[in-house]
């Protein structure tokens, strides 16, 4: 569990006032008790709150106990013996109705237990206390038993790196576009009006897609609810806002990412910024090679930019990481011989007080990464991997046409992994604005037939949510023509385009994000509607005096010519993006005399598989 | 019976009754709480007292009541009774007098009986106080505490008035009255003087020697003292007249021979604004040469608020502001201020208003208290004035004062609701802070939920608004504004309360699907994550089925299927599943009936071989078959299922299990029996995934041109890929070929590769 905070910290906006933020919060309930704590945890808390306060700090304020509250059930209920010398009981939950009942459970036993002893019990609801929670624990007969502790911490929105905020919540997306419930755009719309409330009004929303527009008429709301004398009086430091459905680009969460933090997603997955890699992945030291002398220490691997190695790498497409990788090897190699050469003690001593430390850190991120990066080219250079980016590739040009493509159908009978099957169906019916009949029902009869009816579910699922669909009018020629998303040139190593993320396919989400902040985007206007979903833009009313300096309210004002300097945009997902369109967008940053810089907040991180699979059923 | 009244420091009318009953009730009257102190007695007597808190300066009021059975009952505050006891009064009897000393740290009663006087601490243990006052007596009949609580007075029945710290360890003065008859009243002027209401009333100076110093004032009685913050307000049936020690800047200007600066600063403006004479030149060089102007117009500032009358308060500011015409470092700022105050107070104090306080209470109270009284007088007009003027903050005044406004006119129950509405929205208006919730609640509770909704209509906060249109039955509201809200949280609330209208539940959910979309997606994620156990299941399946959500319902039987242990069971289960499509979703429909299929035919192939099929898709039970060597029933198999024996699927499917199972003859036999729409490739790739070189090599010639070099690569036949490649020209197959090669044992091809790759860039 990480402890520092370096990675979050920036000049512009930084998101280390959001986890002070939060951190002050969630702290304040532990202080706010004298005496000894046990916490009993929704497990899926854990790791979100852990990257706000670890252990040690809950353990300075007197947490004694942790334990998960899904294991305290059944014989393992809390008894007298956990409980000696606690006097509160905290319970860190989502609001779930099956956790009121474990939480009643243990209560209860406790309260039968221990008739004499005072305990105290509190709920920490995260992100907010619910009426049917509250009626839930009312109905179990221990609303009581709590008194006034039903407390609220809203942590929805958690800062994993510099530019970059995630709800880190895959059900999102099942439950908002498959099953309609809005529960999540009242939160995202809140977490904004907290962003704001540190940050300042953002004066310009834009929007793409129905939930955007929900979210955009929310804060709306939400700011006319509190009156402007409630408001915040911070100067704007986010310029702008763009909200994006997911549904409205398809294709990008299907292609492979090519980004080195993209393929290490891609094959392993990775959760609140942290990787776990299987230990029968690492290769035994190769002893021949110095450089390759990779030793893990433990599997579990923090990725965020306080890795400086890992910054530099983690948006570069694969092809282009090893120079940095010899590179920084080179460098090491040569504070290795200065260390060799120093003669006086006084030299050693300064070399151990001021290089030794980061040398050591260094030395470690790069073992790591030479790891990393092995494992991923092995599975990059083989010819199965070689031949799905080429029918990839065949279908994004649109050579996949109105027949089932016989890749996906030989994969499917030769038993590939379902979900790369479904990647590619999925794309090809993106690219094709849908399938005719036939082809769908072909396409989901062979599903069947070759991996079971128990994905039936899921194929209806993704049909319900708009992923698989009817065709409807053809025009992604014309969008790709003219958002210019098949780069023929690419330059791997030092990129042109964003399109060097996917070795030649630039993402549609982002070029949407590029030419929207361009000062002449509305010359695109037309050209947005070609893309699925309402497009809006929307003006926030500022008080005079909390203008920013030199930014004239929209994006187009930049065309005066008057503002010098980088505005600042918050690009929201609702529904999950993926490394590779964060490594576009960092790209787009990285551009001087781009208009804008970007921040990066979305519901969840996916890929491809992880998409798909959110959907099924019980995830 | 009512003992007594008496205020509370908010303004509200407090009445104790004998049974033990307060009431609190508001200026006019009404009833706004009341509360019983005791239980099994009747209640003799009352002191209400007010304790200051020392850091906020509020006042609270709290009363003790007296019972018959001697036991003395505590409530500190009014406003949140809580009912505390006394220590026992030790001895018996009744008790000839008693007062409360109250700090923010203890509560004190003074208690008298005969000889004896007693201290009770709340909380502490009753002492016996033994203090020898130098004076005869029988019997202590009257006490009184000072404002401040820190001085009391005892009269005995000899007629003797005593002074001492509240502590009573200590005598402070000593008046000897002429009668020996109980005074009938007495309160403090601060705590310089007594006013003592005998025959007539009677002014005690403190600190003088002489035991019978005092002034006589002549009052026809009835009349009544009320001890205030600085001075003592005599009362009686024609006259309210105040009485207080003349405030020291008021003394300094005034008293007679008064050597003080600000008394010549007075004197020179009195000479040259009306008298017209050189005086005031006199006087001016007189202040200036002690260097003390500024004190002397400090000093007229601070007295011109003491004063009552208009045409004297000016005379004074006059003086002030005539100094700083020679004053050079003149500051306006305290001026300006107090000129504001005296404002204020003139207005408060005008009869029609009728709050005569002292400027000593108003810097007491505070402004905002100030407002709150005006509030309760309803004089709103005046109070927001009043803001204004002040430049009082938004909360403190404005938003106060117009909630309270229409708090008031809600009440009005002869006005028409419209015009209510109307008046107060347009008094109102957006004003932010101003919670229209708040009124409508207010009208709700005076019966007015006409107006309750024209109100509500105006408020922004759908929280607020939410659970007041429930209070007033208005369903489709509230489920409108919950719903433009956003807030899911909001929406369950309403929807749990309007479920409760409905018999069932299918009734509320075909009623909320047909009106309100998003309530009713709400309700189904409510019933999809609540259904856990079997029944509840059965229950959202029903919910399903009524409203037509078949496939999510078909989903969720299939889910259950699955879990099913026997095939009789799943068959069942689907065929169920099958049937709630009433043959209209022809293609989901042939899917569950192959799958019906499916496992009819796993169950007699497990009856037949002895082999486990159960839970494989159709594809992986032909791949099983195929592997062993069951090549009919896999053909079978095929033919019932359609699948064409010229499809890529089916070749795959045994291409590769057949290569998998080694069944060599047979993978020669199938790749004769037609020609492979999937070609020979992969007939290659199988082989060699069975890393059989020697069959893949068979295969090889009939794999087209294009796909050649990938199967040499997959062969490891290095050396032809190589040549092939050459051949085509191809440099980035050459270097493919670099990269298969092991650097060690193949530096000859290597070498070859790279020098075929240099022909053919120089080419």
């Known amino acids: 569990m990480t402890t520092t905070s370096s990675h979050l910290s920036s000049d512009r906006v930084n998101l280390l006032d959001l986890k002070e933020w939060l951190r002050r919060e969630f702290l304040s309930f532990f202080e706010d008790c004298p005496g000894k704590k046990l916490i009993a945890w929704d497990k ?61 459970h243990n209560v209860l036993s406790v309260e039968k237990e221990l008739k004499n002893e005072i305990k105290e019990f509190h709920i920490l609801f995260v992100p907010r206390m619910t009426h049917l929670c509250e009626k839930k624990l009312t109905d179990l007969g221990v609303y009581g038993s709590f008194k006034k502790n039903l407390k609220e911490i809203f942590l929805d929105l958690i800062p994993l790196d510099n530019d970059l905020l995630s709800m880190e919540n895959p059900q999102l997306y099942k439950d908002l576009f498959l099953q309609n419930d809005p529960t999540y755009l009242y939160n995202i719309a809140k977490s904004l009006m907290t962003i704001q409330s540190l940050y300042g009004i953002i004066p310009n929303i834009y929007g793409k897609g129905k939930y955007s527009r929900m979210i955009a008429d929310q804060i709306l709301r939400m700011r006319r609810e509190m009156g402007h004398n409630q408001e915040t009086q911070i100067t704007p430091k986010i310029d702008n806002l763009i909200l994006i459905d997911r549904n409205i680009d398809l294709i990008t969460p299907m292609m492979i990412q090519l980004t080195y933090e993209g393929l290490i997603d891609e094959n392993f997955g990775i959760k609140y910024t942290q990787l776990e890699i299987p230990q029968e992945k690492i290769k035994k030291p190769n002893q021949d090679d110095k450089l390759n002398v990779v030793e893990m220490k433990k599997s579990i691997v923090i990725l965020n930019s306080s890795d400086s190695l890992f910054a530099e790498i983690r948006d570069r497409n694969f092809n282009a990481i090893n120079p940095v990788l010899s590179r920084t090897a080179k460098e090491l190699q040569q504070t290795n011989e200065e260390k060799n050469r120093l003669q006086s003690v006084s030299q050693l001593r300064m070399f151990v007080e001021k290089t030794l430390k980061t040398y050591q850190v260094k030395k470690t991120s790069l073992e790591n990464h030479m790891t990393i990066a092995e494992i991923i080219k092995e599975l990059t250079m083989s010819d199965e991997f070689f031949e799905k980016l080429l029918t990839q590739n065949d279908l994004l040009a649109g050579l996949g046409g109105e027949k089932p493509n016989s890749y996906i159908i030989n994969s499917m009978s030769r038993g590939e992994d379902i979900y790369t099957v479904m990647r590619l169906i999925c794309l090809h019916c993106a690219v094709n604005n849908g399938f005719k009949t036939s082809l769908l029902e072909t396409y989901k009869r062979e599903i069947i037939r070759a991996y079971g009816i128990k994905y039936f579910e899921l194929l209806n699922n993704m049909e319900k949510s708009n992923i698989l669909h009817q065709q409807g009018v053809k025009n992604f020629d014309i969008v790709c023509k003219k958002m210019n998303l098949l780069v023929d040139k690419v330059n791997e190593e030092t990129p042109n385009d964003i ?75 609702i529904g999950g993006c993926t490394f590779a369109e964060i490594s576009a ?28 699979q959110s959907l099924k059923e019980g995830f | 019976m009512i003992i007594g009244i008496g205020w509370t420091s908010s303004e509200d009318l407090m009445v104790i009754f004998e049974s033990g009953e307060i009431q609190i009730r508001s200026l006019y009257g009404q009833l706004k709480s009341l509360f019983n102190v005791i239980k099994d007695s009747r209640a003799i007597d009352f002191q209400i007292f007010n304790t200051v808190n020392t850091y906020t300066g509020s006042y609270t009021t709290g009363c003790v009541i007296l019972s018959a059975k001697n036991k003395l009952v505590l409530v500190k505050d009014v406003y949140d009774p809580k009912i505390q006891q006394f220590p026992d009064i030790p001895g018996s009897g009744e008790l000839d007098s008693w007062c409360i000393i109250s700090t923010d740290k203890n509560c004190t009663v003074l ?128 006259s309210n007249i105040f009485y207080q020690v003349v405030p020291k800047p008021l003394r300094d200007i005034f008293e007679i021979a008064s050597i003080d600066v600000s008394s010549a600063l007075f004197e020179a403006s009195i000479a040259f604004y009306e008298n017209k004479n050189q005086k005031a030149e006199e006087y001016i060089r007189s202040i200036k040469e002690k260097g003390a102007l500024e004190d002397a117009i400090a000093n007229c500032i601070q007295a011109a608020p003491h004063e009552f009358e208009p045409k004297y308060q000016a005379e004074v500011l006059r003086a002030s502001l005539f100094g700083r015409y020679f004053d050079d470092y003149a500051n306006a700022a305290s001026y300006v201020k107090m000129c504001q105050t005296i404002r204020v107070l003139n207005a408060i104090r005008h009869p029609q208003i009728g709050l005569p306080l002292t400027y000593l209470e108003y810097e007491a109270l505070s402004p905002s208290v100030v407002i709150n009284r005006l509030i309760t007088r309803r004089h709103f007009a005046l109070a927001i004035e009043i803001c204004k003027y002040l430049n009082m903050t938004d909360e403190e005044g404005i938003i106060k004062i117009l909630s309270n406004w229409a708090l008031y006119k809600v009440s009005q129950t002869d006005v028409e609701d419209n015009q209510i509405a109307a008046m107060i929205k347009s008094k109102l208006g957006d004003t932010p802070g101003i919670s229209y919730a708040e009124i409508a609640r207010r009208a709700i509770s005076a019966g007015r939920s006409g107006l309750a909704i024209r109100l509500l209509d105006y408020e922004v906060k759908a929280s607020e608004q939410v659970p007041l249109y429930i209070e007033i039955d208005m369903p489709e509201l509230a489920i409108k504004k919950a719903m433009e809200s956003g807030d899911t949280d909001l929406i369950y609330m309403v929807l749990f309360w309007y479920k409760n209208k409905f018999n069932n539940v299918s009734d509320f959910m075909k009623d909320i699907s047909k009106k309100y979309h998003i309530a009713f997606s709400l309700m189904l994620q409510y019933f999809r994550q609540n259904s856990q156990d079997d029944k509840a299941i059965n229950e959202f399946n029903d919910i399903l089925n009524q409203q037509n959500l078949i496939n999510e319902q078909v989903c969720s039987i299939i889910n259950v299927a699955l879990k099913q242990q026997t095939a ?196």
Not at chain 2, 120 to 146: A, M, T, W
């Open chain 1, 499 to 573: 399109s060097y993320v996917f070795s030649g396919y630039a993402p549609l989400s982002i070029r949407f994000c590029q030419y929207l902040t361009r000062p002449n985007w509305k010359a695109y206007g037309d050209l947005f509607g070609l893309i699925p979903g309402e497009f809006f833009e929307e003006v926030q009313y500022l008080p005079n005096m909390r203008k920013r300096r030199n930014s004239n309210t929209s994006l187009n004002s930049a065309q005066s010519g008057q503002s010098m300097d980088q505005k600042m945009t918050l690009v929201f997902f």
């Open chain 2, 568 to 763: 009789e069971k799943k068959k069942q289960m689907f065929d169920e599943a099958k049937r709630l499509y009433l043959n209209k979703e022809v293609f989901n429909t042939n899917l569950l009936n192959d799958e019906i299929k499916l496992i009819k035919t796993q169950e007699n192939l497990e009856r037949n071989y002895g082999k486990k099929f159960d839970g494989k898709s159709l594809y992986e039970t032909l791949g099983e078959l195929i592997r062993l060597k069951l090549l009919d029933e896999a053909e079978k198999i095929r033919k019932e299922f359609k699948i064409s024996d010229s499809s890529e699927s089916w070749w795959h499917l045994k291409v590769k299990n057949l290569a998998k199972a080694s069944c060599w003859d047979e993978l020669e036999k199938f790749s004769k029996s037609k020609k492979s729409p999937i070609g020979y490739e992969p007939f290659v790739n199988y082989c060699m995934d069975a890393n059989n070189v020697q069959e893949a090599k068979k295969y090889f010639p009939k794999v087209a041109a294009d796909n050649r070099f990938n199967c040499l690569i997959k062969m490891k036949c290095l050396a032809d890929a190589l040549d092939l490649a050459y051949q085509k020209k191809d440099i980035q197959q050459v270097n493919i070929v670099i990269g298969k090669c092991d650097p060690s044992s193949q530096k000859i091809l290597i070498d070859k590769a790279k020098m075929y790759r240099g022909e053919l860039i120089n080419k």
């Open chain 1, 585 to 612: 967008l960092r790209y787009l940053s990285s551009i001087n005399d781009n208009p804008t810089e970007f921040m990066i907040a979305t519901t969840c991180l996916i890929n491809g598989k992880s998409f798909i």
């Open chain 2, 111 to 238: 208690a008298s009986r005969q000889n004896d006087l007693y201290q009770i601490v709340y909380g502490g243990v009753p002492q016996l106080l033994r203090l020898n006052f130098g004076v005869e007596y029988n019997s202590i009949k009257k006490l009184c505490v000072s404002f401040s609580h820190d001085l009391v007075a005892l009269n005995t029945d000899t007629g003797y008035l005593l002074v001492c710290n509240n502590e009573i360890t200590r005598i402070i003065h000593k008046y000897k009255a002429d009668t020996t008859e109980t005074a009938l009243d007495i309160a403090w002027i601060s705590n310089k003087a007594i006013l003592a209401l005998w025959d007539n009333l009677y002014l005690i100076p403190l600190g003088s020697d002489d035991i019978k110093n005092h002034f006589e004032i002549y009052y026809s009685s009835p009349c009544f003292l009320i001890q205030e913050l600085d001075g003592v307000r005599v009362v009686t049936s024609t």
């Open chain 1, 44 to 104: 899926q808390l854990t790791q979100p709150l852990g990257l706000i306060a670890d252990y040690r700090v809950l353990k300075e304020r007197g947490v004694d106990k942790m334990m998960d509250l899904r294991e305290l059930r059944d014989t393992r209920i809390l008894k007298k013996k956990d409980l000696s010398d606690i006097s509160h009981i905290f319970f860190i939950v989502k609001p779930k109705l099956e956790l009121m009942s474990l939480i009643a």
